[in-house]
């Protein structure tokens, strides 16, 4: 389970908008919690963002690329705020909200996935996805909303 | 040589909760078979099913990327450090 509050998931959705036609991409800075009552997977909360720039010049509609330099960005601000980096959104403009071949292909276990679809300019559905040990398919993941304030990195 | 393998967060639970190993090996490509042979979950997130190294699959020697130095043949020296760091991708 992910839990995002409300301020934090509207500034992923609002990302994925001011990106449009382009897909967006940033971290999830947070803390990972036990898998508790969650039925084995983990329940982790989202506390910050970590917005980053998509590097994928040659088709930014529909692939995002977040380089190395930047994911050790992202943990030294996580550690910072003392949190981990916990996972990642990104957008779908005017796709649905699920990951697709190649998300899978390019995927990393453990981390949470965030995706947003955005058709036409507007957010719409939001989901989450984490990564098949074995790595045959995305399971997803469900997002409970808090409310709260929001933190945000600057990049 | 004794070196440090630095194991990014989203594969430790695949190599026993461990943040880094202390390992001996000549080359990195050593190094990482001697990480997959002991923690052999890791590997179909490290490799392809044609035995290469992953594209988001970023390996340092020293905070120096392999890819501009001898890849998996690079030669490493007692205390270096291999770190493994994702890069990440997708899209619709």
């Known amino acids: 389970m992910l839990l995002l509050n409300e301020a934090l998931t509207n500034e992923i959705r609002a990302h994925g908008a001011r990106d449009y036609p382009n897909e967006t991409c940033g971290a999830l800075l947070g803390l990972d919690g036990p898998a508790g009552d969650t039925g084995g997977s983990p329940r982790r909360e989202v506390r910050a963002l970590f917005p980053l720039t998509n590097r994928r010049d040659d088709s930014p509609r529909n692939r995002f690329s977040v380089t190395a330099d930047d994911v050790r960005a992202a943990e030294r601000a996580a550690a910072v705020g003392g949190l981990e980096l916990v996972g990642w959104y990104h957008s779908h403009p005017d796709h649905p909200a699920r990951p697709s071949e190649y998300d899978r292909e390019h995927a990393w276990p453990w981390y949470s996935y965030v995706i947003v679809s955005v058709a036409a300019g507007e957010p719409r559905d939001m989901t989450s996805w984490l990564l098949a040990d074995d790595r045959s398919q995305f399971h997803s993941e469900e997002i409970a909303s808090l409310p709260g304030a929001t933190a945000r990195h600057s990049q | ?92």
């Open chain 2, 1 to 92: 040589m004794a070196i440090k393998l630095e194991i990014p967060t989203a594969l430790r639970p695949f190599a026993g909760k461990q943040s880094s190993l202390d390992l001996e090996a000549a080359t990195v490509g050593e190094a990482l078979k001697s990480l997959t042979n002991t923690y052999s979950d890791l590997r179909k997130h490290l490799y392809t099913d044609d035995g290469r190294i992953r594209s988001f699959v970023n390996i340092y020697v020293n905070d120096e990327d392999i890819r501009y130095l001898e890849k998996e043949n690079t030669p490493i020296k007692d205390g270096d450090t291999i770190s493994i760091v994702p890069s990440i991708a997708g899209g619709r």
